[in-house]
């Protein structure tokens, strides 16, 4: 067995590492700081090794050490939160931020965040305004609410509703409403923690008026629906409209609450989507306040927008948990540029790239794959085969889960190393490259891929199968993985 002791003894100091090339000759452009820690992150790493009694390591090399630690400098000093390339075909893919912006909304975000703003200032007044002014308006000429409220996600504005609404009494759900979102958050928890005691209606594939009905008691303060946005329950199934609760609600005196979740403010069934309830049919129903997403199918920033009865809304501002959920003056201007699109349909379908993804037809994918193609191969050269294949795209972000978007993608076959060791490889470029592997192919789905991206995406995948050739171990200590 080796000498684990004399080894560490040989382990370098970190003083002569960092005197060593090629970490001394980065001295000038790093501070000393950073270079110092990623010098003992490299020493600790090769110290773990050696303890642990694996593969013994040749220690008395610095170079090598030096080397490890000039990696652990660029892993220092990369950014976690960055732009990666959606090649997976998944439009609203919450993992990898959900909805691109479009132009405006990006150009508003710079406008507002380089200097000062009228934030919650009354430029015709002289004095204090108030925040949610920037976008009620705009919010109410789009779904025909009286008033309207935006904070910080639609989680929040369910569980601002209940608080404000509810609290400290009950709320009547369909038990076939009671889902699921993303991270584990859960209708029932939300309602938990607004205060709100949960009433079960109904069966899990058939809920009846007459459930609702029966349910009403005097501590009933609202009933909220919930729109089963992220599943579907098919077959022997019954659920009861938005009209007839909010008549119902009407005739009892108890508001109604629908959660539309992703939240459409125009129809999409001409591009070939499943017809889903938008925000002005829910209210023109007669239900008193609809919540949904402002990141999802409306395409624009992280948001959670209230819209409906000015009564409602009024108890909702004044609730203290409005200021803990309010929008900042960055996502404030994303939505307000996003919104402003919207009151020309053809404009939103043409600058919001949510939209336009959902609308791009296979003939126009498989043209984007046929142009990528060329460029996508000369970077590849012999070390994999690329071809144009059918593919399946998805709305996603909980959105139209059994919609199937049909198209094209470009599969590639690596020829000296596996699918797995590929997408790691472009997952860990320098611009990240986030594709899916199908049928033993990598797909890479231009659907998701904005127009200005082609030069990037060419030279990530260029980039990770040019280290397979003879230099995948290039700046690593033997038996130390990066």
Excluded: W
């Amino acid at each position: 067995m080796t000498d684990c002791r004399a080894l560490l003894r040989q382990i370098p100091s970190i003083d002569r590492l960092l005197s060593t090339p090629p970490l001394a000759q980065m001295a000038n452009s790093h501070p000393h700081a950073q270079m110092r820690e990623a010098a003992q992150r490299a020493v600790e790493e090769l110290r773990y090794r050696l303890l642990d009694e694996q593969t013994p390591i040749p220690p008395h090399d610095p170079v090598a050490v030096a080397i490890r630690a000039v990696q652990i400098l660029g892993q220092l000093e990369t950014p976690s939160l960055r732009r990666v390339l959606n090649l997976t075909g998944t439009v609203l893919h919450t993992n990898l931020g959900r909805a691109p912006l479009a132009e405006s909304a990006l150009q508003a975000v710079v406008d507002v965040s380089r200097g000062y703003s009228t934030l919650e200032y009354d430029l015709a007044q002289g004095r204090r305004g108030e925040r949610h002014v920037h976008v009620e308006e705009l919010i109410c000429r789009l779904t025909g609410a009286e008033a309207a409220l935006a904070v910080n996600n639609n989680a929040g504005a369910v569980l601002l509703c209940l608080s404000a609404l509810a609290g400290g009494k009950s709320a009547l759900v369909s038990r076939g409403e009671l889902i699921e979102i993303g991270g584990s958050f859960r209708i029932p928890e939300i309602m938990a923690a607004g205060g709100v005691q949960l009433v079960e209606v109904g069966a899990t594939n058939k809920t009846h008026l007459n459930d609702y009905q029966q349910a009403i008691g005097p501590e009933t303060a609202l009933i909220l629906k919930v729109h089963t946005s992220n599943y579907r329950i098919l077959g022997f199934t019954a659920a009861v409209s938005g009209e007839e609760l909010a008549k119902l609600g009407h005739e009892r005196g108890i508001p109604v609450l629908e959660d539309l979740g992703s939240g459409l403010l125009h129809d999409l069934t001409s591009l070939g989507l499943p017809r889903e309830p938008t925000v002005r049919m829910s209210l023109a129903a007669g239900i008193d306040l609809v919540t949904f997403s402002g990141d999802k199918l409306l395409g624009g920033p992280q948001a959670g927008l209230i819209a409906g009865r000015k009564e409602f809304i009024s108890r909702l501002k004044k609730h203290p948990l409005a200021r803990a959920l309010r929008l900042d003056k960055m996502t404030l201007a994303a939505l307000e540029a996003t919104l402003r699109l919207y009151l020309d349909p053809q404009q939103a379908l043409r600058e919001v790239p949510t939209l336009r993804m959902l609308a791009i037809s296979p003939d126009e994918l498989q043209g984007r794959c046929r142009e990528l193609l060329p460029a996508l191969q000369a970077a590849v050269g012999e070390r994999g085969v690329l071809d144009i294949v059918a593919s399946t795209a998805t709305v996603g972000g909980g959105a139209m889960p059994l919609a199937e978007l049909p198209g094209f993608a470009i599969a590639v076959s690596p020829c000296r190393l596996s699918l797995q060791h590929l997408s790691e490889r472009l997952r860990q470029g320098t611009t990240p490259v986030i594709g899916r592997i199908q049928d033993d192919r990598l797909l890479l789905d231009p659907r998701t891929l904005l127009p200005e991206e082609d030069n990037q995406l060419v030279a990530a995948l260029g980039e990770a199968l040019a280290e397979t050739e003879g230099i995948t171990d290039k700046g690593t200590l033997e038996g130390i993985d990066p």
